[in-house]
């Protein structure tokens, strides 16, 4: 009887715990109803099946919500792995993998094709409808050939870098995207692009998110890390910062490594009319309803100066 009672006690606060959650959860989705969230995904959520699941429950939710969730996925770690048992050497110049023809072909087959589709299939096994697409669907992303300069410290110079089939975004084809925020289709979308020369391109999936958060006017980006968020010098996470604290830690090189590219694609997303910008760790269970609807959130927030 006493284990009865005590598992009736342990039910009941567990009940007002997810009701408590559901009230919080309430204003939040009063405000972002009818708004577009752009979600970056990667990292090890995408490789962990309980997590990829809990991704895609957490998607489908915010769709059935209101919300038109925009999911871009990366795949480096995937591409890396089709390319070393096709026995292809990778090489990288500051982050990015070097990209001949053969390793483009490589990387679009992951990408537009194993990744994009097994995410597509995880959010439709729990009750959502999603679509894929690559950059090269409808033109949605146009991208110019990435420069790069390396620095020669033999002859003290600077020399453009040949990255091969590296691209970044020019223009994102907004009308696709805004087709399919009024369907019940969730875009997920792989970051291949179509050059201005006619060419496939791989992008970085942290600027491809960012780009098309930018040309949404997205209420927000959200990055999916590895880390818990931005550390700050005593590496402590950094719950809230604007745009000119971001760029001081950048500055200072309090962000280093990895984390670089993604404060500054938030910052460059919320310089162009984002509204906020998340950095997140994916490895958290439902990591994405925690920073949305709720007071205490996780991770860092990141807003415009103006808006803070």
């Known amino acids: 009887m006493t284990d009865n009672n ?4 342990a039910n009941k606060k567990r009940w007002l715990r997810t009701a408590s959650t559901i009230s919080e959860a309430l204003p ?3 405000n972002f109803s009818g708004h577009t969230f752009v979600i970056k995904y990667g990292g090890h959520a995408m490789g962990d099946d309980s997590l990829a699941n809990n991704f895609a429950r ?15 996925h990366g795949g480096g770690p995937q591409i890396g792995d089709m390319l070393e ?7 990288f110049i500051d982050g990015h993998r070097v990209t001949d023809s053969e390793t483009m072909k ?19 096994a729990v009750g959502g409808k999603a679509i894929g697409l690559s950059g090269k669907d409808g033109n949605l992303i146009t991208c110019r050939k990435l420069k790069r300069k390396v620095y020669d410290s033999s ?23 805004k087709t399919l925020a009024k369907s019940d289709f969730i875009p997920v979308v792989a970051p291949i692009g179509i050059g201005i020369d006619g060419k496939t391109y791989n992008i970085n999936a942290d600027t491809c998110a960012g780009a098309i958060a930018s040309a949404m006017s997205a209420a927000k980006l959200i990055m999916m890390t590895d880390v818990p968020g931005v550390l700050d010098s005593n590496h402590n996470l950094i719950n809230h910062m604007n745009t000119l604290e971001a760029k ?8 280093s490594d990895g984390m670089i590219p993604k404060v500054e694609t938030c910052i460059n997303a919320i310089e162009q009319n984002v509204g906020a910008a998340h950095i997140l760790d994916g490895r958290v269970t439902h990591v994405l309803l925690l920073e949305i609807f709720t007071e205490h959130g996780t991770g860092t927030m990141l807003k415009n100066d103006a808006k803070n």
């Open 248 to 255: 001081k830690l950048l500055d200072n090189a309090v962000v």
């Open 6 to 9: 005590n598992q009736n006690i």
């Open 28 to 30: 939040y989705l009063k």
């Open 85 to 91: 048992r096709l026995g292809i050497e990778s090489k």
């Open 155 to 177: 002859s003290n110079t600077e020399t453009n870098a040949n990255l091969g089939f590296v691209g970044e975004p020019k223009d994102i084809e907004v009308n696709v995207l």
């Open 106 to 124: 490589i990387a679009e087959m992951v990408l537009s094709g194993n990744i994009n589709k097994e995410i597509v299939s995880k959010i439709s």
């Open 58 to 72: 957490d998607v489908v939710l915010l769709k059935h919500v209101g919300i038109n969730p925009i999911v871009v």
